[in-house]
């Protein structure tokens, strides 16, 4: 085989993000079909694709290899499974699940039927943070000891979609701050062992909007998040994706859609400039913002093709879930919670 055969779950915003990124830029794959979500008619008409009615018609098709799923993640459970059950590779957009039992279902199904599931976390290919990767991973500010996450977007409420906001769906720690969960992990190389949390829902809101980690991980490292999507206009700069990493022998200051700093020797050195995102002329296919979901999917088809896992696994996201929920069940009993975490009963 040498190409991969895609079809596209969801019509929304990453749906179309994805589509772009398939059928513009990587290699050996085309995109066949499209189904789910009120705008799937004009999205096929777009890219002159195939609208299936349902998602299990677009499962039964024997012309479809692999599905990039880019629905809200109560769903993704329910339609990974079934995707295992046709023998479908998955791209799944984060977060992975709602619940640990779903992510363990999820991965088993995968295992089971021989196909690969890699969940979508940008974050690893955006070239700021593969740069600073590169960094740690050479050394050169030696271990780390401490990492300072933030994430903040303004105004959520009026920006992100209706049924973000719904409990269903978690908060937006679940549904965005795993970005930078999984970053935390990525660059540390190490686990989180335990969490203390306090997340807040807006008046009027079930879900979660504001959050604040600490978190204790393996090797004597420490990490914190700060994770807000309803900071008030205009925000504060170079927040979206930021890291702040101590290391015993140097320390990194990353904006991922910035600048990438280094410092050794009481000095710092720009390593790396990002271009910025033209959101006005070029939108949300601008091929900076593009970049990294081009090299994500790419990684994907690659994996398929070679028989092998994609970079990044079903147990990544299972991981990045787990802190979310402790952090969750954390703020609700105001303790540490420590992982591996079994959510209690009704939690």
């Not at 990453?14 to 990124?21: F, K, S, V």
């Not at 105001?334 to 009963?345: D, G, K, M, T």
Request: glycine share 10%; aromatic share 8%; hydrophobic share 40%.
């Amino acid at each position: 085989m040498d190409e991969i055969r895609v079809g596209i779950i969801g019509s929304g915003f990453m749906g179309r993000t994805h589509a772009e990124a398939f059928a513009a830029y990587t290699r050996g794959a085309r995109l066949v079909a499209v189904s789910g979500g009120s705008r799937s008619e004009e999205l096929a008409r777009d890219y002159s694709i195939d609208v299936e009615p349902s998602v299990t018609s677009l499962f039964e098709r024997t012309d479809v290899d692999a599905v990039v799923i880019a629905t809200p993640q109560s769903v993704h459970a329910e339609q990974v499974i079934a995707a295992a059950r046709f023998r479908k590779h998955i791209l799944l957009e984060k977060p992975m699940a709602t619940s640990l039992e779903e992510c363990r279902a999820m991965n088993t199904a995968c295992r089971s039927a021989g196909v690969n599931l890699m969940v979508g976390f940008t974050q690893r290919y955006r070239r700021g943070n593969i740069e600073a990767k590169e960094i740690i991973n050479r050394g050169q500010i030696g271990r780390i000891k401490l990492i300072r996450e933030t994430m903040i977007g303004t105004d959520g409420r009026t920006v992100y979609p209706a049924w973000q906001q719904r409990k269903e769906n978690g908060g937006t720690l679940l549904g965005y701050g795993v970005h930078s969960i999984d970053r935390i992990r990525w660059f540390t190389g190490g686990e989180v062992q335990s969490v203390m949390a306090r997340c807040v829902s807006p008046k009027g809101i079930d879900a979660e909007f504001s959050s604040m980690l600490f978190m204790e991980l393996t090797n004597d490292q420490a990490g914190s998040l700060l994770c807000d999507m309803e900071c008030p206009s205009p925000g504060f700069p170079n927040s979206a994706f930021h890291s702040w990493i101590i290391g015993e022998e140097g320390i990194i200051d990353l904006d991922a859609y910035g600048e990438l700093r280094v410092a050794n020797g009481g000095k710092w050195e720009v390593v790396f400039r990002q271009a910025p995102i033209d959101w006005q002329k070029e939108g949300k296919f601008s091929p900076v913002r593009m970049q990294s979901y081009r090299d994500q999917d790419q990684e994907f088809i690659n994996s398929v093709l070679e028989h092998r896992q994609p970079q990044i696994a079903g147990v990544d996201g299972e991981r990045a879930v787990e802190v979310a929920l402790a952090a969750y069940e954390s703020s609700s009993c105001q303790r540490s919670i420590a992982l591996p975490f079994e959510p209690f009963a009704g939690a």
